[in-house]
């Protein structure tokens, strides 16, 4: 009897600790209200064998009770299922939602909450964290075990930190200096992971373990995200070895496209990918563009990062679709700009300004009075300095397993135009109002200012 309690008590631990929902995380989405903003919020989580999808939530900790059922996807077998929910609908006198997330059966996670986004496209202040290519841990948690002289091998770099901007981040959140969070693609860099374990499969645990990482983030504040060509598949020795069980499963931004949920949907943009989509928040309008596919010349329209020939990748849209989305939209934004709407129009993507140029949008950029683009890829931080829109800011010093000790491929403004740079370790902070942006950048390590700019 004994036995048996003890026996059932310890597989229940087991099925609960198994069962847990993690790498919580939330962003913008859902029928937008009448001033044009998310109404409501996506719900995202992982679970190991748990497929059923239920997100409770309520108005006060202790009254959860409004219940949604979403979905899962298991893209990859034997590495669990990712959740979708959608919380949608939320009136304009909802400050505060908590919610869980979880199922009946195996349990649920703590309570989270998080603020509606504001209904107006004026008399709205808020801050956000824009930055691109940020890893996962650094090189003392994950050392690189692959070979290394003093130069990097294949831009693998033997000593990086991702941790002085990951601990930024979460002291700019407990100061409530952010109310979310935007990042322009190369997340976790989990493509670079088989580096500390050449011979294991790691792109999942790694890519899990990153999640989880930023989980006090990402559950509490929407975390936006936009494709960059770490996204794009798992290339290591095992992935392309075992390709019928890992490499085929993993490329054509698979992973990026099922952990996260954006609003493309809702903007008329990519359908269900989050390659490209636009949303507004207060007084801004921000679109996230695809610099990896979709137009002619892209790096992976056809094969991924590495251009492996089967690891395929590329044509989220029809020939074209995505220009021309990417104009109505604007363009748009552009004419609620000059009726008095919205007054700010930000652009984010991944790479910087020299694909601007080669995707020939630099034009509409101008033409729709865009007033800032926000990028990465480039591990270093750059800002054009003339006072003519767009403004061009690379804010790609987050730290990640290719940041080197010193700069590498800066000059990303307009040829000829004066830059600011920094190799430093950085965490971007821009604060919105309807007087200005006002733009910083912080050293992740000792908090100080690098750089400042107001955008008027
Ligand atoms: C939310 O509102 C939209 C637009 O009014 C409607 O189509 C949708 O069914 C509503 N969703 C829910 C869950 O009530
Ligand atoms: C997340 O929050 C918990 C509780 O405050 C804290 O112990 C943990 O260190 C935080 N994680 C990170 C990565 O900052
Ligand atoms: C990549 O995924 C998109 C969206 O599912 C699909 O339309 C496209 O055909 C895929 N590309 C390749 C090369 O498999
Ligand atoms: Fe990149």
């Known amino acids: 009897m004994k036995f048996t309690t003890a026996l059932a008590a310890a597989s229940l631990l087991i099925s609960n ?45 202790d009254d959860l009770s409004n219940t949604i059922t979403g979905s899962s996807k298991n893209y990859l077998n034997k590495h669990g299922y990712h959740h979708t929910a959608l919380i949608e609908n939320l009136s304009c006198d909802v400050s505060k939602v908590f919610y869980q997330v979880g199922d009946p059966a195996d349990g649920f996670s703590e309570i989270f909450t998080f603020k509606r986004a504001p209904c107006a496209k004026s008399n709205t202040k808020f801050s956000i964290s824009i930055f691109g290519d940020m890893g996962y841990l650094d090189s003392d948690l994950r050392p690189p075990k692959i070979p290394h002289g003093d130069e990097p091998y294949h831009g693998l770099n033997k ?3 991702a941790t002085y901007s990951r601990n930024m981040l979460e002291s700019l959140k407990d100061n409530g200096e952010i109310d979310w969070v935007f990042h322009v693609g190369d997340i976790g860099y989990v493509d670079d992971s088989f580096a500390s374990a050449p011979l294991k499969f790691t792109y999942e645990p790694v890519y899990d373990g990153y999640m989880s990482w930023i989980q006090n983030l990402t559950s509490t504040m929407p975390y936006m995200v936009s494709p960059g060509n770490h996204e794009s598949e798992c290339h290591s020795p095992i992935c392309i070895a075992q390709e019928l069980k890992y490499g085929r499963h993993l490329r054509n931004f698979t992973a990026f496209n099922e952990r996260w949920t954006m609003p493309s949907k809702e903007s008329g943009g990519s359908r269900d990918t989050n390659m490209w989509y636009s949303f507004n928040y207060g007084s801004v309008h921000f679109v996230s563009i695809n610099t990896e596919t979709d137009w002619d010349g892209a790096e992976e329209q056809e094969t991924g990062d590495s251009h492996i020939p089967w690891l395929k990748a590329g044509g989220f849209g029809e020939d074209g679709e995505f220009l021309t989305w990417l104009e109505a939209d604007l363009a748009a934004a552009y004419a609620d700009k000059k009726a008095g709407g919205r007054k700010w129009i930000i652009a984010a993507g991944h790479r910087p300004y020299s694909t601007i140029q080669e995707m020939k949008i630099e034009g509409l950029f101008i033409k729709y009075e865009v007033d800032v683009y926000f990028a990465g890829h480039s591990h270093s931080y750059s800002r054009t300095t003339s006072t003519t829109k767009p403004v061009y800011i690379v804010a790609g010093g987050a730290g990640c397993d290719e940041m080197g000790p010193s700069k590498d491929d800066l000059l990303l403004g307009p040829v000829g135009g004066d830059l600011i740079e920094s190799d430093k370790y950085s965490t971007g902070v821009l604060d919105v109002s309807d007087e200005k942006l006002s733009w910083r950048l912080i050293d992740s390590i000792d908090g100080s200012v690098i750089d400042s700019v107001d955008i008027a």
């Not at 993690?22 to 962003?27: L, R």
């Not at 001033?35 to 999808?53: I, N």
């Open 17 to 61: 600790a198994f069962a847990a929902p993690s790498q919580v995380h939330i962003s913008l989405g859902g029928s937008v209200d009448e001033s044009g903003a998310s109404s409501g919020m996506y719900v995202m989580w992982k679970t190991d064998d748990q497929p059923t999808s239920t997100v409770k939530y309520g108005f006060s900790e």
């Open 159 to 161: 000593v990086w930190s």
